[in-house]
């Protein structure tokens, strides 16, 4: 079974400029999150999909990122205008909804760069 | 929301038992504890999660006290491969049983020596 991955793995952009992330969760898998760390910094919660809904995004930082999850599969991160303090890992985690043991399953993560 | 303080690293030998505990001293009674592995470069892995008591999987136990407000995560007979930053982290039960999101803390680092 293929495990949860992202895209790309590394991008490098100049301020202002648009970037989008890609994650592709664990074929089934209704839950899908995204986290990121910045700089020295802990591990983050951004946001959390149930299928294409939003079911928590009380971790996004502000307007300039918009999550999506067209079709309940993948999900884009995009964010617009980037700016330096985006700078980090971003990563993207799936789960089923099989209740209380479910278990959260990682990506490799997207290194973002800004400069 | 529950917070965790652990370690911020530890040294073993190969061959030895790690015993790495979080302290959790404000966790609810819905939530678990979950205990997480991460390699540089890559994502954090699920290692193990418990309630209450005791719970052993293949890699790891977890020794979790009456009152939960610590853990004990347990590593038998490390190797150089175990060189890694482990999370402990209390996870809340959302309204109808799911599970709620992750709040990562620093981390233990861990260093295996031969």
């Known amino acids: 079974e293929a495990g949860v991955t992202q895209f790309p793995s590394h991008s490098v952009i100049e301020k202002g400029q648009t970037v989008t992330l890609r994650c592709d969760p664990i074929?089934?898998?209704?839950?899908l999150y995204w986290y990121r760390r910045v700089m020295g910094k802990e591990i983050k919660f951004l946001l959390h999909?149930?299928?294409?809904?939003?079911?928590?995004e009380s971790g996004m930082p502000n307007n300039r990122f918009l999550a999506e999850r067209t079709g309940g599969t993948y999900s884009t991160l995009k964010v617009q205008p980037a700016e330096l303090e985006d700078s980090g890992v971003y990563f993207c985690?799936?789960?089923?909804?099989?209740?209380?043991?479910?278990?959260?399953?990682f990506g490799p993560g997207t290194r973002l760069t800004v400069l | 929301l529950a917070k965790t303080t652990q370690p911020i690293s530890m040294d073993s030998y190969e061959g030895q038992e790690v015993n790495i505990t979080c302290s959790h001293n404000n966790i609810a009674t819905n939530d678990y504890i979950t205990w997480y592995q991460q390699f540089p470069s890559q994502g954090p892995r699920f290692i193990i999660q418990?309630?209450?008591t005791k719970v052993t999987n293949e890699v790891a136990s977890l020794f979790i006290p009456a009152d939960r407000k610590s853990s004990t995560l347990s590593l038998p007979r490390v190797s150089l491969s175990d060189t890694a930053v482990y999370y402990c982290?209390?996870?809340?039960?959302?309204?109808?049983?799911?599970?709620?999101?992750?709040?990562f803390g620093k981390g233990t680092k861990l260093s295996v020596k031969p």
């Open positions: 982290l209390v996870r809340e039960t959302n309204y109808g049983g799911s599970q709620g999101n992750l709040i």
């Open positions: 985690a799936s789960s089923d909804l099989a209740g209380a043991g479910n278990e959260q399953f």
């Open positions: 074929s089934g898998h209704d839950n």
């Open positions: 999909f149930v299928k294409e809904s939003k079911q928590d």
């Open positions: 418990g309630y209450k």
